[in-house]
């Protein structure tokens, strides 16, 4: 058969038709122009963004006949071989099934020839992170010093996984996720060179579905288009994709909301009928609560939601007169229970309490609200008079007055002076039998330190 996938028939075939990866195809293009090459490259990143496409463009920019170029002419014999995989020189390795010392060997052995045909011969090991370590040291001296005319292009997902050792001697490259408008654009693109009729919800929906890899994307719509032809409406892709049913998931919400927890166990009966994973029923619940807080948050929420006018005017509705604190309040509470549901041994009855814990929300009252009471009570208490019948009034304000008057007494004015004390008084003060001991004691102790210090 002569078909060929949207993936490989929409690859990117020179440097300016790379999507998303602009830091990188500027980069190698002025290494090319400036003559400043590494002898080699890691390019790190997820699925399919680019990065053994990436790759082959640079190998063949290196060996057109034009070249080195950053701009391959696509018509010679080096271009169309490197296009279509069957160029001799640039050998593609996929590394997590030759991973063994034995196959480096065999590697370092057959780059010692000089390229066949091109200019150059170039080495792209695809997954390079699942080589063994003893593998990893085996390719250090060749990495560090290669033969002339070889370049070195290790892709990988998982970046973390490889030798320091190795990365030391490579220039690295992160190739980022592709973002969801271009996506949307490409499929867009697609579509349109393609005749198939889909809409603009559904386009969206790939997109988000692809989570950042432009393969992922043309993938699904590629299996779109196979299972409802050049038509395709969005029922039918919300079948592919497995989407769940947003009514449940309103249903849940509302629930939530509302504080129905008696209902929990009836709409988690329906999702376990229904065949769905309690688990990626969870992640799908994480995701509407995240919806409802970016359309109670914002106004203009267009670009940051996959939903069509319909439901988006649906969650409007659900969110009136619920404050943004109580939905991030239930968002939190899902995200941390995302972990102990991964692991429990009894997933539904962690699901069903975990569900009952947010409907009872409602009654929980924040902190605030509770502080912002107890400064109304206060208020009313500090200004409201205490009340007195008119038969005790007479008497309080009697009482009130004689304690000023006590109060007035046992004060010392300031007009108030000490009274001097008389001679006869001070002469019969001295003449007590206690002051007089007293004072012949102090002499007493005076006159013997006096004949202490005369003696020294």
């Not at 080699?40 to 790759?55: D, L, N």
């Not at 150059?120 to 390079?128: A, G, L, N, Q, S």
């Not at 001296?141 to 030391?168: D, G, R």
């Amino acid at each position: 058969m002569s078909y060929l996938v949207y993936a490989r028939k929409y690859r990117p075939s020179s440097f300016d038709q790379v999507i998303g990866q602009k830091h990188v195809v500027q980069t190698l293009k002025n290494a090319i122009k400036n003559n400043r090459l590494a002898h080699g490259y890691i390019f790190a990143g997820m699925r399919g963004v680019g990065k053994t496409t990436v790759a082959r463009l640079l190998a063949k920019s290196l060996n057109c006949q034009k070249g080195p170029t950053p701009e391959p002419c696509q018509q010679c014999e080096a271009c169309k071989a490197i296009q279509e995989g069957q160029s001799v020189d640039v050998l593609e390795i996929d590394g997590a099934s030759n991973r063994g010392i034995d196959d480096v060997r065999d590697l370092r052995e057959g780059i010692q020839y000089k390229p066949l045909h091109s200019k150059y011969k170039v080495i792209i090991i695809d997954e390079f992170h699942m080589l063994t370590p003893p593998a990893f040291n085996a390719l250090l001296k060749t990495l560090e010093e290669p033969p002339p005319n070889t370049f070195f292009i290790l892709a990988t997902t998982e970046l973390h996984k490889v030798p320091a050792t190795i990365v030391s001697r490579c220039q690295t490259f992160e190739f980022k996720k592709i973002s969801f408008s271009q996506i949307v654009s490409h499929l867009e693109e697609i579509t349109r060179k393609e005749s198939i009729s889909i809409s603009n919800y559904g386009i969206r929906l790939i997109a988000e579905k692809a989570e950042g890899s432009l393969r992922d994307a043309q993938s699904l719509l590629d299996q779109a288009v196979a299972f409802s032809g050049d038509e395709v409406r969005d029922e039918d892709l919300k079948e592919i994709l497995g989407t769940l049913s947003h009514e449940l998931l309103f249903e849940f919400s509302d629930t939530i909301f509302q504080g129905k927890n008696k209902d929990v166990f009836d709409l988690v009966e329906r999702v376990v009928n229904r065949g769905y994973d309690l688990r990626f029923f969870h992640s799908e619940l994480i995701k509407h609560f995240r919806n409802l807080l970016v359309i109670r948050s914002l106004k203009n929420t267009q670009d940051l939601l996959t939903l069509d006018d319909t439901e988006i005017e649906k969650m409007k509705k659900q969110v009136e007169g619920i404050r943004s604190d109580d939905i991030l309040r239930c968002l939190n509470a899902l995200q941390n229970g995302e972990q102990g549901l991964r692991y429990s041994s009894h997933p539904r009855i962690y699901f069903e309490i975990m569900i009952v814990k947010l409907c009872l929300f409602k009654k929980v009252m924040p902190i605030q609200d509770i502080i912002e009471d107890l400064k109304r009570i206060k208020e009313k208490t500090d200004s409201r008079e205490p009340s007195f019948p008119e038969s005790k009034k007479a008497n309080r304000i009697q009482v009130k007055n004689d304690v000023r008057v006590y109060d007035n007494k046992k004060k010392p004015t300031s007009k108030m002076k000490p009274k001097p004390i008389k001679s006869n008084e001070k002469d019969q003060a001295l003449k007590e039998p206690k002051v007089e001991e007293f004072i012949n004691t102090f002499r007493a102790r005076i006159l013997s330190v006096n004949k202490g210090e005369k003696n020294n």
